[in-house]
């Protein structure tokens, strides 16, 4: 099985670059503090040589998974375990190894379900442990559509949601996600290509970064929820683990709603479009640090 091995200062530029598009809101990065979770996904990027893209500007060869006969490569989601924070300033070790490769027919023809698995290592200890989903795809024709999952029924914009925000992502935040994660993958920038090639009437927005961004107002949402007495909420609670899919493409500039709900120890977070379909899903455990620590 191959291995790939990588190690990397997380330095407070692509973080507060993150910050300063898409979450404002956030802390301001500084050395030593903890990375937000999820946001492991800005650092490492794509390092593919350019002999080493497909056409489609995706990796046909990434050193981990064997090379793969279609012409297209999708983000269809991730599962991500957080065994304990990052930090700014953190030496951090990329293991990156192959998981299941699964070959399959769909209404469209041939498929490869392919996953690869990132360790993210302090000291020789895991921090973070995620596995990353991805579909191969073969040529799509006007209007096939692009994506990692398949769209499922309405269910309301926010209905009895605990909490709902909008969303709507345009072509310069896109085009600042690729060049931060060296991303050239050609159905987020060339429009010509996405109609022609992919079957889309505009621009895809990553599903990395839809990752992070639901993850983020998960969080954000959280914080400000009142406790189990009506007052502040006790702090000591963080992410432990975030499932995460994508069901359907959400393409730039268009309108969309961020709707979450808690369920015990977990919550529910989705992306829906302006009609109330389902466009990506997360999961989010957490983990109540304070209960952990206190001897029972």
């Known amino acids: 099985m191959s291995v790939r091995r990588r190690a990397e200062v997380l330095g407070t530029f692509p973080g507060a670059a993150y910050r300063g598009t898409f979450a404002p809101s956030a802390p301001e990065p500084g050395l030593g503090a903890e990375l937000p979770a999820g946001w ?25 998974l064997p090379e793969i006969s279609l012409p297209r490569r999708m983000y269809a989601g991730e599962d991500t375990v957080f065994h304990r924070p990052l930090r700014y300033g953190n030496l951090v070790e990329q293991v990156v190894t192959a998981g299941d490769v699964v070959e399959k027919t769909g209404r469209s023809g041939r498929l490869v379900f392919a996953d690869v698995v990132r360790e993210y290592l302090v000291d020789g200890e895991r921090a973070v442990s995620s596995t990353w989903h991805d579909v191969f795809l073969d040529v799509a024709g006007p209007g096939g559509g692009s994506g990692g999952g398949v769209s499922a029924g309405s269910v309301g914009p926010g209905a009895g949601a605990d909490w709902s ?10 085009f600042r996600f690729s060049a931060l ?26 599903g990395p970064l839809l990752r992070i961004v ?17 007052g502040p909420r006790e702090p000591g609670e963080r992410v432990g683990a975030f499932s995460f899919r994508v069901r359907a493409p959400l393409l730039a500039g268009t309108d969309a709603v961020i709707a979450g ?27 109540d640090e304070q209960r952990r620590r206190t001897p029972q």
Do not use: C, I, K
Not at 165 to 174: A, F, G, K, Y
């Open 214 to 230: 639901l993850l983020d107002a998960a969080v954000r949402h959280e914080a400000a929820m009142p406790g189990e007495q009506g």
């Open 181 to 206: 994660t060296f991303n050239t993958h050609r159905v987020h920038y060339d429009a010509r290509w996405v109609r022609e090639q992919e079957g889309l009437d505009g621009l895809l927005v990553h």
């Open 165 to 174: 925000e909008p969303l709507r992502l345009d072509e310069r935040q896109l």
């Open 40 to 64: 492991e996904g800005l650092y490492f990027p794509y390092d593919a040589p350019l002999a080493d893209l497909r056409p489609d500007g995706s990796p046909a060869r990434d050193g981990v």
């Open 261 to 287: 709900t808690r369920h015990g120890q977990e919550s529910e977070v989705h992306l829906l479009d302006a009609s109330g379909a389902p466009l990506a899903t997360g999961t989010v455990a957490w983990v």
